[in-house]
């Protein structure tokens, strides 16, 4: 058989080359020189072509076809790049082509040898003609979907030379749009994982062909593809491929936004997707550092819109932060985000007419922001180490935000957090899984505390007490930091170093060495100079006693069971041995704050309460400790026992209390009060045991010591309670008889009189508690003695203060109040009472309450009821006290009740001194109830009825204290049930109803809160009526701030209920109290649901307009809708109207700045929310048109009324803002440029229809009017002062309007409708404004010529025709009124005389800015300033 070469030779002349014969001459060419040697005549000929191209394919079908391939082409390609010549240039494209169609036809492998030739071919693409390249690229274009593996799209390789040869050919028709139509069909077509990869390796290479949006167009898909199937090992070097094109300028913001929402929102979890996360982290970090602008873009993400937020967007700006430029802006972006989301949730929250939909979508906002942080944090040890430091940094941050009590408005029912908490939560997790952190967050913790403010450094005191409490053996090994800080002790706030100590106590039983140190350092502090740092140190010594106590068996036979188990004590929890007493051990220190000063000493009182209640069995030890030193100011067998002269002294020039002998009193009769409770307690508990017990440690002797002190304390309670009843008070307290007091005298009487009736009060509190254990017969004798004791605490009383207010208020002696210091301390309160701190205790209050009720209710029966009265035994002086005794009660609970809500209400150990608070709440209902019903009965006596109305006012004085304690806290909402439990009469629960049906409160309600909040505002419901009837004002006016508090704790849906109530009041009350009606009409406007509330201003202040008078009609004495309003009452309404539409317009500017923030977002193409839900602000637009149509109602109603100026003067000021507003808004329905222009909504064009008609036009005459009232008033310097702050409202106000109607005529030009159709001309001006016509200048006035010279650039800026000015013309008037307006009364106008000239040259300089009336100008008085 003949051989293909032989049959070949045959057939054609012996000049034709085999393929061999080329692969060989290839070579030879190779190792010889190329350019000399000469091709064979057959390579030459053109009409080879077609044999070459089959050469291809015979081999293409060999069995090892790749070699075979590869080596013919390369060979032919050799021969071409080294013998450029036209038949050679011609067989390139061709044999491209063939090659192109084999590999896409899969008719040769796709290996390394494929992609050699390939990369040969992209080579010489510049040799093949430019008309071949588009059938190159078409064929790679249409091979696309097939691409499947990765050796498939080599072929990619050709594509980016290809187009960009198109794109730079002048031989192709239009080749930009032929670019663009490739770059679309490869964007349309279908990709696979490993298309989608080496798109994004090679699509840098054309990147410059490229347009902006087929740029996005790209990324998108790109990202999109990522969602769908990419495999994660692939995620990190595409990432990294994107990152190149960011830094390369191919969609820096689009790149680094698909990234953060593409791992932010990932489905996919795991360790090995947090891997990759951390991978693609230094990847990030790695681009940054390389082009920071790629960081500004990270930053701006959040900076646009917080809606950006997720994990990944958290954790990429910590990292970003390790980059020096950006560590402080990193870091101060997320904290602003989080703290933009709390604000925008708490306006939301208070903004009564959002959507609950849109309060919700900011609640979840501020959630979404909290959980990304802690995620990221959480996820910090998969491969994230590097961000730690930021971590420390952002968790800090947070905390130094942080203002004592800045973040309770966050209420936790919601789930969120707030800014200390979440900071908290960020180091502790820190602190838990980084080791390497924790000697960082320790350090931190020093240098905050010792470096900021006090309210600053509370969080971090908490935050170490929470490590202290929980990590307790990794803070053993920072010791030597936590002595560091104690080192300071002396030189910190009273506050920090108090609390300070208090968190470290945990740690103390674990280290005996740091409890050493830290009562060395409570020594030391002992003899400082300054009192607030004794006054810390003081506390800090009973808080290290109590801790010590606790930390041991606590009871009255703890040291039975101490001694029986020597061995168990030694293995306790406490790795150190454990030490002698520390209470005798500190013996000697506590003797020394003995000789402190008062508030020092009065510490103690109240920490040696403490340590009794932490363990009774030291009750005998403190009253050895306490009798000598009261030994000194008690003389038993003298005829004046209490040494209150030996209590104060005189220091600089006055007196004040040296010894606050009644808080030692009140500490030792707690005590004694306390301690046969707990001994009668545990020997009911322990029947087998008995006192004997103590012999293990204490002697007999030593117990016999003991009983006799408290003995001896009991006996001197008894003594000095029958002195005070008995004895010489006026002797005690330094009054002479027949001389008069010298100034000196009379304040060394006012500081014993301090002293005396806190001593009083114990004592009372002495016989409340024997009056709960006495027999029948007993107690009418104790309840006597206490209304006498009563009595005496009025007569000292007196000498307290020389002067007495009308509320029953006095001016109180001001003493430190130490007894509370340790826990203000510790809860970091900067604030303390500044009246001396009451002693009775609740129970004290609750029984002096019902007798003094009891004993008025017997006086005020003496008439009607003599003989029965009579045979009632030892009666008589309880009779004689009535009313006088009840109003010194109420003046007593009202004083406690003070001091309990601003410093008691909070402090679980104050409640149980002093009893709970809602012992008091229904003896006063019963009061109050008690002296109504017998006030409504015809009163002989003048006297008495303003007596019974003076404790009404007191007794509701003290309810609204218990209802202001029951709303601060969910704990004390079992304030308002106790009291809604209270029975009352019948008689007085349906006195006053109206038959208002529609207002159902507490019906068909399941929360037991909400229900007896409604109950209690259904009973004092008739109560309000009866006071409104009787005209018994103050007490209607504080019922009103009742009804408000809990209106206002309500929900929304029940609010309504009240708002209904409070209107149906103004509609049929007849109130002329000016407070009372400002009360109902605030109340019936704030309570009431939107949009109702807007209707009933607006109806009310269309009766104002009745009431008041305007222009065209008279004023009436009193509206016939709502009676309420009358001339008496109309200034207080008018405010109370214009205050609640001020707020509106607050919230109205608040939801403006958010919709400017949302549409910069949106109209740079930025889509944050990844639930594919519009953004909250969109969705309130619509609101905001309707509130906004609202307020324009109400204000209309008011330009029309004559008002006084302080009115008038605030309606300019609102006016101005609304104005604003509306610019603003309008401003926004432009679209910038290269943005689609939308229509205006059918809501905002009736919103601006109704501005323009009925508020724009009036209110140019309502200043009108103002100017011309000025002109015809006298001039005064009260006017002058007047008119001078009006002249500064009216210039901004019209300054405003015109700046609205600017963007009015705009945005009229930009979608052709006609929106200033109703819109006034602005005539109101403090200067002349000349019309802009051709005959001006002839016109114009000579008397004029200074002022029109003055202002000659306004000839061209006629302001806002009703129908053809342009928008330049309206920005020259906003010009020329932001030059005269804003700086109007200061600058440019004499009109701004300073205040200091005298009156003459003020009228001076009036008279000289005097301008002539036209028709058009509103002209300046001369009293015009």
């Known amino acids: 058989m003949r051989s293909p070469e032989n049959s070949r030779g045959a057939m054609h002349p012996p000049s034709q080359l085999t393929d061999a014969e080329i692969i060989s001459l290839a070579q030879n060419h190779h190792h010889f020189n190329p350019v000399s040697s000469q091709l064979p005549p057959f390579l030459l000929d053109e009409s080879s072509h077609p044999i070459l191209l089959s050469f291809l394919h015979s081999r293409a079908a060999s069995a090892d076809s790749s070699t075979a391939v590869s080596d013919y082409v390369s060979s032919l390609i050799s021969l071409i790049s080294h013998h450029p010549c036209a038949a050679l240039s011609s067989l390139l494209p061709a044999l491209l082509h063939a090659y192109l169609s084999l590999f896409t036809s899969r008719k040769i492998p796709h290996d390394r040898n494929s992609l050699s030739i390939i990369q040969q071919f992209a080579g010489h693409l510049d040799a093949i003609e430019i008309r071949k390249i588009p059938e190159v690229i078409d064929l790679v274009i249409s091979y696309f979907p097939q691409i499947s593996e990765l050796d498939d799209a080599q072929v990619l390789i050709l594509l980016p030379k290809c187009i960009e040869l198109v794109r730079i050919s002048s031989e192709i028709d239009k080749p930009v749009e032929y670019v663009n139509s490739v770059l679309d069909a490869v964007i349309e077509c279908d990709w696979s994982n490993v298309l989608l990869i080496k798109l994004v390796e090679s699509i840098r290479d054309f990147a410059s062909c490229i347009d902006k949006v ?80 790629l960081g500004q873009e990270v930053l701006g993400l959040v900076r646009q819109d917080s809606r950006a937020f997720n994990h990944f967007t958290v954790t990429v700006l910590l990292s970003v932060a390790r980059i020096r430029r950006f560590s402080d802006s990193a870091i101060d972006i997320l904290k602003t985000a989080l703290f933009n989301a709390y604000k925008d949730y708490k306006f939301a929250k208070v903004c009564r007419w959002l959507p609950d939909e849109l309060k919700e979508e900011y609640l979840e906002n501020a959630r979404v922001i909290e959980k990304a942080i802690l995620k990221s944090v959480n996820g910090s040890h998969y491969g994230r180490e590097h961000i730690v430091p930021s971590i420390v940094q952002l968790g800090f941050g947070l905390l130094h935000a942080v203002e004592e009590g800045s973040q309770k408005e966050i209420s936790k029912s919601d789930g969120l957090m707030g800014t200390e908490e979440l900071g908290t939560q960020v180091l502790k997790c820190l602190f838990e899984v980084h080791d390497m952190s924790r000697n960082e967050i320790i350090e931190q913790c020093k240098y905050h505390v010792l470096s900021m403010k006090p309210e600053k450094s509370f969080p971090i005191t908490r935050l170490l007490g929470y490590l202290v409490q929980v990590h307790p053996h990794p803070m053993l090994e920072h010791i030597s930091h936590l002595k560091e800080m104690l080192d300071y002790f002396t030189f910190m706030d009273s506050r920090i170093s108090s609390n300070l100590i208090t968190v470290l106590l945990p740690l103390m039983k674990f280290s005996r060495s740091l409890q050493d140190y830290t009562i060395l350092v409570l020594r030391k502090a002992m003899f400082r100079r300054e009192n607030s740092v004794r006054l810390a140190a003081c506390s800090a010594i009973f808080d290290l006693l109590s801790a010590e106590k606790q930390s041991k068996p606590v009871g009255l036979f703890s040291f039975q069971e101490s001694s029986s188990q020597a061995s168990c004590s030694q293995q306790a929890e406490e790795p150190h041995a454990t030490r002698a007493d520390l209470f005798q051990e500190l013996s000697g220190l506590l003797q020394r704050c003995l000789y402190q000063q008062a508030n020092v000493r009065e510490n103690v009182y109240h920490g040696i309460m403490k340590l ?109 309670r029958k002195f005070l009843r008995n004895g010489n008070l006026e002797g005690l307290l330094g009054k002479k008889q027949d001389s008069d007091s010298t100034p000196i005298e009379e304040e060394k009487r006012k500081c014993s009189a301090t002293l005396l ?79 001396r701190t009451p002693l009775l205790a609740t129970s004290s209050i609750h029984h002096l309450l019902r007798i003094s009720l009891e004993s008025w209710k017997l006086e005020n029966s003496k008439n009607g009821a003599a003989s029965q009265r009579n045979s009632q035994p030892s009666s008589g002086k309880v009779q004689v006290l009535g009313s006088k005794i009840l109003s010194r009660v109420l003046h007593m609970c009202f004083h406690q009740l003070k001091f309990f809500s601003q410093t008691g209400k909070d402090d679980p150990f104050k409640t149980l001194v002093y009893g709970e608070i809602k012992l008091i709440g229904p003896p006063l209902l019963n009061i109050i109830f008690s002296l109504k019903s017998v006030s409504k009965k015809e009163a002989k006596v003048q006297k008495d009825v303003e007596c019974r109305k003076e404790n009404i006012h007191l007794a509701l004085l003290c309810l609204k204290k218990i209802i202001e304690v029951g709303l601060s806290s969910a704990k004390y909402l079992c304030l308002i049930d106790h009291l809604v439990s209270t029975s009352l009469p019948e008689e007085n629960v ?244 290269g943005c689609k222009q939308f229509l205006p909504s059918s809501k905002y064009q009736r919103l601006v229809e109704t501005t323009c008609r009925k508020l724009t036009a009036p209110i140019y005459n309502f200043v009108t009017k103002m100017q011309q009232n000025q002109q015809e008033s006298n001039t005064n310097k009260g006017l002058v002062n007047k008119i001078k702050r009006e002249n500064r409202c009216i210039p901004d106000l019209i300054f405003q309007i015109e700046d609205y109607e600017k963007y009015l005529i705009q945005l009229s030009k930009i979608t052709k409708l006609n929106l200033l159709r109703h819109a006034k001309r602005s005539t109101s001006r403090d200067f002349k404004i000349v019309e802009s016509t051709e005959d001006a200048p002839e016109e114009q006035n000579p008397n004029h010529e200074e002022a029109d010279s003055h202002h000659s650039t306004a000839h061209s800026s006629s302001g806002s025709d009703n129908e053809g000015e342009g928008p330049d013309d309206t920005e020259c008037v906003s010009s020329l009124a932001a030059g005269d307006g804003a700086d109007g009364g200061e600058r440019g106008s004499p009109l701004a005389a300073d205040d200091t000239e005298n009156e003459d040259e003020e009228e001076a300089a009036l008279r000289r800015v005097k301008r002539a009336r036209t028709s058009k100008v509103v002209q300046d008085s001369d009293e015009e300033v």
Not at 235 to 259: D, H, N, S, T
Not at 262 to 274: H, I, L
Not at 620 to 629: A, C, K, V, W, Y
Not at 700 to 717: K, T
């Open 214 to 293: 087929r740029r996005r167009e790209f990324l998108q898909k790109i990202f999109a593809k990522m969602r769908e199937d990419v495999e994660m090992q692939d995620l990190p070097g595409l990432v990294y491929q994107l990152l190149v094109l960011a830094a390369k300028g191919f969609g820096k913001r689009e790149v680094i936004e698909g990234i953060v929402l593409y791992f932010g929102g990932a489905n996919k979890a795991g360790s090995v997707m947090k891997q990759v996360e951390g991978t693609v982290l230094l990847h990030v970090n790695f681009a940054v550092k390389q082009d920071p602008s």
């Open 612 to 720: 009794v209640v932490v363990d009774p069995l030291s009750s005998g030890t403190i009253f050895d400790l306490l009798l000598s030193h009261f030994q000194r100011f008690y003389k038993e067998n003298e005829e004046l026992p209490l040494g209150i002269d030996q209590c104060v002294k005189l220091e600089n020039g006055k007196f004040c209390i040296e010894e606050p002998l009644d808080c030692l009193l009140f500490c030792v009769s707690w005590i004694l009060i306390l301690q046969p409770q707990n001994r009668s307690e545990n020997r009911s508990d322990h029947p087998s045991e008995s006192l004997p017990c103590f012999g293990f440690s204490i002697s007999q002797d030593n117990e016999a010591g003991r009983n006799f002190s408290g003995v001896s304390f009991s006996n001197a309670l008894a003594q000095i």
């Open 757 to 835: 009736l806190g001593i009083l009060e114990v004592v009372m509190n002495n016989i409340v508690n024997e009056l709960v254990k006495a027999a029948n017969e007993q107690k009418l004798e104790l309840e006597t003695e206490l209304s006498q004791f009563v009595e005496i605490h009025e007569f000292v009383d007196k000498y307290t203060s020389n002067s007495r207010h009308g509320s029953g208020a006095k001016k109180p002696v001001i003493r430190p109040s130490a007894s509370d210091a340790a826990d203000k301390l510790a809860i970091g309160c900067a604030k303390q009472s500044p009246d």
């Open 990 to 1233: 349906a006195a006053g109803d109206w038959g208002d049906d529609e207002c159902k409160l507490a019906e068909g309600i399941d929360d037991q809160s909400t229900k007896s909040k409604e109950l209690f505002l259904k009973s004092i419901k008739p109560l309000l009526i009866e006071f409104l009837g009787c005209s018994f004002f103050r007490e209607a006016e504080i019922l009103c701030d009742m009804v408000l508090m809990i209106g206002k704790k309500l929900p929304e849906e029940r609010r309504n209920l009240v708002g209904s109530l409070a209107t149906q009041l103004c509609r049929r009350s007849d109130v002329s109290n000016s407070k009372v009606a400002k009360c109902l009409v605030f109340i019936a406007v704030t309570l009431t649901s939107p949009p109702a509330d807007m209707v009933i201003a607006e109806n009310m202040a269309s009766e104002l307009v009745q009431v008041l008078g305007s222009e065209d009609m008279d004023p009436v004495d009193e509206s016939e809708t709502f009676p309420i309003i009358r001339k008496s009452t109309s200034a207080a309404i008018s405010t109370t109207i214009l205050q609640s539409v001020d707020s509106s317009i607050a919230d109205m500017d608040w939801i403006a700045i958010r919709l400017k923030t949302c549409y910069m977002a949106t109209q740079k193409g930025i889509s944050f929310n990844q639930t594919g839900k519009e953004a909250p602000e969109l969705a309130v637009e619509e609101v905001l048109y309707s509130r906004a149509e609202a307020v324009v109602k109400v204000l209309s109603h008011f330009v029309a009324m004559n008002l006084k100026d302080p009115q008038a003067e605030h309606l300019l000021k609102l006016a101005a803002k609304f104005y604003k507003n509306l610019a603003r808004i309008s401003k926004l329905r432009i679209s910038p440029k």
